[in-house]
C-alpha cells in the first residue's frame, strides 16, 4: 500500500507541473494591446534651417505575444525621423510604424497622427 500512496502522490505532482507548463505557454503566446505614447526626435537636421509640424508624441497601440508586450518599457520607445538630405519645403514621413524599432513579433495596430509633415524653412539670422 505505501507504494500506491508514493505513485499517487508522483503522478500528482507531474500532473500539477503539466498544467503550470501549459497555463505559462498558453497565457505568454496570447496576443495582447497596450497604447504607448512615443516622442518623436529628429534627428540630423540641417545647419541653419528650423521645423515646425512635428507633434512631440505619436500616440500608438501596439500588439503581441503578452510576455513581449509587458516587459516592453515605453520609455525605450522613439520615433526617430532622419531629416538628412531634407531642404526647404515640406517633408513628410508616411508610414511611421515602420520606423518604431519595436521587437520581433510586436507591431503597430494603430497610430495617430499616421503621417507627420514636417515644414523647414531657413533660419533668419
Known amino acids: 500500500m505505501p507504494e500506491r500512496n508514493g505513485t499517487s502522490l ?4 507531474l500532473s500539477g507541473v503539466l498544467a503550470l507548463t501549459f497555463w505559462l505557454f498558453v497565457t505568454w503566446e496570447r496576443s495582447v494591446e497596450r497604447p ?5 526626435r529628429l ?7 528650423t521645423s515646425s509640424g512635428a507633434p512631440p508624441f505619436v500616440e ?6 503578452w510576455l513581449t508586450v ?3 518599457k515605453p520609455e525605450e520607445l522613439t520615433l526617430d ?3 538628412s ?4 519645403g515640406v517633408t513628410a514621413f508616411p508610414a511611421l510604424e515602420q520606423q518604431l524599432g519595436l521587437p520581433q513579433g510586436v507591431r503597430v495596430t494603430r497610430i495617430l ?6 515644414r523647414l524653412v531657413k533660419s533668419r539670422q
Open 113 to 118: 497622427p499616421a503621417r507627420i509633415e514636417l
Open 60 to 65: 500608438a497601440v501596439i500588439s503581441g505575444p
Open 85 to 88: 538630405g531634407a531642404g526647404e
Open 81 to 83: 525621423l532622419d531629416l
Open 70 to 72: 509587458t516587459l516592453l
Open 43 to 49: 534627428h540630423n537636421r540641417a545647419v541653419g534651417m
Open 10 to 13: 508522483m503522478v500528482k505532482l
Open 36 to 40: 504607448v505614447s512615443v516622442p518623436v
